[in-house]
């Protein structure tokens, strides 16, 4: 399914003051924390999303390239990335033992598979990114599409296990770290004999070596709602890497690259187009028939003394909005006068015979211009 906007996650306005923020996702985050939802993957990924959320809107620089740019602003940014760092003054907001973890920073370990794996912790798979390049009418309009990429699949013949002979390793005794004091200092390596696990296998699986899990291709099916815009992103959840030893998949993040099209392009969600009509349908006026992106046929009135480069607007013609429901952006169509370039005999005189009675000149005198119009 496609992204949420950030503000309607969190349900609050585009306007919104840094303590809104922060009060919405706290309300949110105490909701849907994963202790108070033990097993409800729907409350997990729901808070996921707040905790996306917040980690933008609450940074003044994120947020500004996410208002201006939307989704694509943030991914060039490089965010959100979830790193519990980002988040190091959470503990004023939720208390330091917030949920029952050891801090904010536990809590994100246990969510999105930071630090080590540590015994008993099921850290989620990595999440994978696929580019899919689809037609502008395809992004305007919707689709579905099924795309084929590899990930690392679960075992079946272990199970995810691993192997046989699963048991606790007697070198970290399952922290899957070793401690070593220097000082005043305590300092975590990730044990060598476990590599971090915590537990090891006696007997190895041999289709999968152990891991849990081996390299598959894998079809799946994207749904690409209408209004979809060039750089943006779908994530599909689950559909990422499975992780070691059984542990759940991340998420697969679908890019959206669309193809431009030879005759219409998209500002936000309206939508331009230039049409050609002739000198005398510019001065006298006329009724043409438009034909927009989707085919539909739309009468359009070109008032008598149109100028070169005019711009009218049908309301509600243009690109379908994100959110859903009915409500469209407008259809721009830019009127370029045509100017004939071969001219019969008879042409020729009526037209000479227009400029006597304008009263046309050889020398023109020079009119006002902007460097915007060159």
Not at 23 to 47: I, M, T
Not at 78 to 94: C, L, M, Q
Not at 169 to 176: A, I, L, P, V, Y
């Amino acid at each position: 399914m496609a992204k949420r906007d950030y503000y309607e996650v969190l349900g609050i306005g585009k306007g919104a003051a840094a303590e809104e923020i922060k009060k919405a996702y706290r309300k949110l985050a105490v909701q849907y924390h994963p202790d108070r939802n033990q097993g409800n993957a729907e409350a997990e990924a729901k808070f996921k999303e707040a905790t996306e959320a917040y980690e933008v809107l609450s940074d003044t620089r994120k947020r500004q390239a996410y208002d201006q740019f939307g989704f694509a602003g943030v991914d060039n940014m490089g965010g959100p990335t979830f790193n519990a760092s980002a988040f190091s003054g959470f503990e004023d907001i939720f208390g330091e033992n917030f949920g029952g973890f050891g801090g904010f920073g536990d809590l994100f370990d246990s969510l999105f598979g930071g630090g080590s794996r540590r015994s008993g912790t099921r850290a989620r798979g990595e999440n994978l990114s696929y580019e899919l390049h689809i037609d502008f009418e395809q992004a305007v309009f919707g689709m579905e599409k099924e795309i084929e990429y590899a990930r690392l699949q679960a075992c079946e013949t272990c199970g995810g296990a691993g192997g046989e002979g699963v048991r606790t390793c007697t070198q970290c005794g399952g922290s899957g770290q070793i401690r070593r004091s220097s000082g005043f200092f305590s300092i975590a390596s990730p044990c060598h004999v476990c590599r971090g696990e915590g537990t090891v296998i006696d007997n190895p699986c041999r289709k999968c070596g152990g891991s849990g899990t081996y390299r598959a291709r894998r079809k799946v099916k994207v749904t690409i709602p209408p209004g979809m815009d060039n750089k943006q992103r779908i994530r599909v959840d689950g559909q990422g890497n499975y992780g070691p030893k059984g542990s759940p998949p991340g998420d697969l993040y679908v890019h959206i690259r669309v193809r431009p099209h030879a005759s219409f392009e998209r500002h936000d969600y309206d939508l331009y187009c230039a049409i050609p009509i002739s000198i005398s349908q510019a001065a006298l006026g006329a009724d043409i028939w438009v034909k927009s992106l989707d085919g539909k046929r739309i009468r359009l009135k070109v008032p008598s003394g149109t100028q070169d480069g005019k711009m009218l607007r049908i309301r509600g013609e243009g690109i379908p909005y994100l959110s859903g429901g009915t409500r469209r952006g407008d259809f721009y169509v830019k009127l370029k006068i045509q100017v004939p370039v071969k001219l019969s005999s008879k042409e020729r005189d009526l037209l000479k015979q227009f400029a006597n009675l304008q009263g046309e000149e050889q020398e023109s005198t020079p009119i006002p211009i902007k460097l915007k119009d060159l």
